[in-house]
């Protein structure tokens, strides 16, 4: 679950790191009201699920009220496009306007999970802002690495390594080593997949300032956070990924245009591989789980449908918990209450595998079935092709 700007830095406020004074604004009105509070200049911020906010025209410097003014009207309301938010973009519905500061240097840093080692990866470099990408891939000996060995804890020459990296004096070096270890206290203790801090500022003020604070938490640990749980905001969620919620199905959407029911994390990622070596591109990855039933297919199958690039399904279920007779049953009574009018591929192996496949073929629906994984890829990709 991804915190706004705001939330975040909230969140990273209590632990006693050093953010700049903010206030949340939803009209031009309000805005206009924090910047004269807080004084010029002011940064006017989108706050929406996404980086790359100022190459996108969400963030501006204002330096006086009619800037403030100009900025706030161009911002709010608009509907911010980056990297991140692909071509439908993201419509912006809050501001954040902070109080400006002078800036000497700005840093990168991050904390997250490193999935290859089990460790938390902490990740440093001396050129943060905007171009942290090109950094990495241009220069990457300028990004520092160093993993923590998650029952150790952060160690303090873990923190001295980092610092030598970043060549801090030993002015900043001092301030710099309590920041960390409050920023690493954030992480572990709510469970965040990430937390990035780009940039780190050093001001004039000669002190470290979070100028921006990315954090995603762990939807599965919320029961353990019902403070962070309130603060979900699905506003800039794709709204099929919003529905499949509500009925416990794993849906992500992508770009492609074949649909994909699949049980099981593993078998979806290695279907939509198939599916692209077969030359064509799945429209989603859709996990149905090995307890679904007929409802679940159903809705599953409306979620599908709704989506306008779907132009054939390719169903593939092992049954094991699900058996494939019960599963073939599902999918005629979802086929015809959804009243399915475009291809579907279904691929099914396991436990009663012949009692479903003579159900989908005594079935009156338009049911194209496959005797294997690879089969069913390139079924559906010559279908696709013809449509």
Same mark, same amino acid.
């Given at each position: 679950m991804k915190l706004h700007e705001y939330q975040a830095k909230e969140l990273l406020a209590r632990y006693g790191l050093p953010v700049p004074e903010g206030q949340v604004a939803?009209?031009?009105?309000?805005?206009?009201?924090?910047?004269?509070?807080?004084?010029?200049?002011?940064?006017?911020?989108?706050?929406?699920?996404?980086?790359?906010?100022?190459?996108?025209?969400g963030v501006r410097l204002a330096r006086n009220r009619?800037?403030?003014?100009?900025?706030?009207?161009?911002?709010?309301?608009?509907?911010?496009?980056?990297?991140?938010?692909?071509?439908?973009?993201?419509?912006?519905?809050?501001v954040l306007v902070e109080q400006g500061v002078e800036i000497r240097h700005e840093f990168y840093l991050s904390i997250l999970p490193d999935r290859a080692s089990g460790a938390m990866m902490l990740i440093g470099s001396t050129r943060g802002g905007m171009n942290i990408e090109e950094v990495a891939a241009e220069n990457p000996e300028l990004i520092t690495r160093i993993r923590i060995d998650p029952l150790a804890g952060l160690q303090p020459f873990q923190v001295r390594r980092l610092a030598f990296a970043l060549a801090l004096s030993d002015v900043q070096e001092r301030s710099f080593f309590d920041l960390l270890v409050n920023l690493y206290r954030a992480a572990t203790e709510n469970d965040l997949l990430l937390v990035e801090i780009n940039p780190l500022a050093f001001t004039a003020a000669d002190r470290f300032l979070?100028?921006?604070?990315?954090?995603?938490?762990?939807?599965?640990?919320?029961?353990?956070?019902?403070? $962070? @749980?309130?603060? =979900?905001?699905? +506003?800039?969620?794709?709204?099929?990924?919003?529905?499949?919620?509500?009925?416990?199905?794993?849906?992500?959407?992508?770009?492609?245009?074949?649909?994909?029911?699949?049980?099981?994390a593993g078998l979806a990622m290695a279907t939509m591989d198939m599916i692209k070596r077969a030359g064509a591109a799945p429209a989603n990855f859709l996990d149905v789980g090995g307890g679904a039933?007929?409802?679940?297919?159903?809705?599953?199958?409306?979620?599908? $449908? @709704?989506?306008? =690039?779907?132009? +054939?399904?390719?169903?593939?279920?092992f049954g094991g918990i699900l058996r494939c007779d019960v599963l073939a049953r599902g999918v005629v009574e979802a086929a015809r209450a959804t009243e399915v009018n475009i291809p579907v591929v279904v691929r099914m192996e396991g436990t009663n595998v012949e009692q479903g496949r003579q159900i989908l073929a005594e079935s009156d629906l338009d049911l194209v079935t496959a005797v294997d994984l690879g089969d069913a890829a390139r079924k559906i990709a010559a279908i696709a092709g013809e449509l």
């Amino acid at each position: 679950m991804k915190l706004h700007e705001y939330q975040a830095k909230e969140l990273l406020a209590r632990y006693g790191l050093p953010v700049p004074e903010g206030q949340v604004a939803d009209s031009v009105e309000a805005g206009l009201a924090a910047a004269d509070r807080l004084g010029y200049p002011v940064a006017i911020k989108a706050q929406v699920h996404a980086g790359g906010r100022g190459r996108g025209g969400g963030v501006r410097l204002a330096r006086n009220r009619a800037e403030a003014e100009e900025a706030l009207a161009a911002i709010l309301g608009m509907t911010l496009r980056t990297r991140q938010t692909g071509e439908q973009g993201c419509r912006v519905r809050r501001v954040l306007v902070e109080q400006g500061v002078e800036i000497r240097h700005e840093f990168y840093l991050s904390i997250l999970p490193d999935r290859a080692s089990g460790a938390m990866m902490l990740i440093g470099s001396t050129r943060g802002g905007m171009n942290i990408e090109e950094v990495a891939a241009e220069n990457p000996e300028l990004i520092t690495r160093i993993r923590i060995d998650p029952l150790a804890g952060l160690q303090p020459f873990q923190v001295r390594r980092l610092a030598f990296a970043l060549a801090l004096s030993d002015v900043q070096e001092r301030s710099f080593f309590d920041l960390l270890v409050n920023l690493y206290r954030a992480a572990t203790e709510n469970d965040l997949l990430l937390v990035e801090i780009n940039p780190l500022a050093f001001t004039a003020a000669d002190r470290f300032l979070l100028l921006d604070a990315k954090v995603e938490v762990d939807s599965s640990s919320l029961f353990r956070h019902r403070d $962070l @749980a309130g603060l =979900r905001d699905d +506003a800039d969620q794709d709204p099929l990924e919003l529905e499949a919620r509500k009925y416990n199905l794993n849906y992500i959407r992508l770009d492609g245009n074949i649909g994909n029911m699949v049980n099981g994390a593993g078998l979806a990622m290695a279907t939509m591989d198939m599916i692209k070596r077969a030359g064509a591109a799945p429209a989603n990855f859709l996990d149905v789980g090995g307890g679904a039933n007929a409802v679940m297919i159903e809705h599953g199958f409306r979620i599908l $449908l @709704a989506d306008p =690039r779907v132009r +054939a399904i390719l169903i593939n279920i092992f049954g094991g918990i699900l058996r494939c007779d019960v599963l073939a049953r599902g999918v005629v009574e979802a086929a015809r209450a959804t009243e399915v009018n475009i291809p579907v591929v279904v691929r099914m192996e396991g436990t009663n595998v012949e009692q479903g496949r003579q159900i989908l073929a005594e079935s009156d629906l338009d049911l194209v079935t496959a005797v294997d994984l690879g089969d069913a890829a390139r079924k559906i990709a010559a279908i696709a092709g013809e449509l």
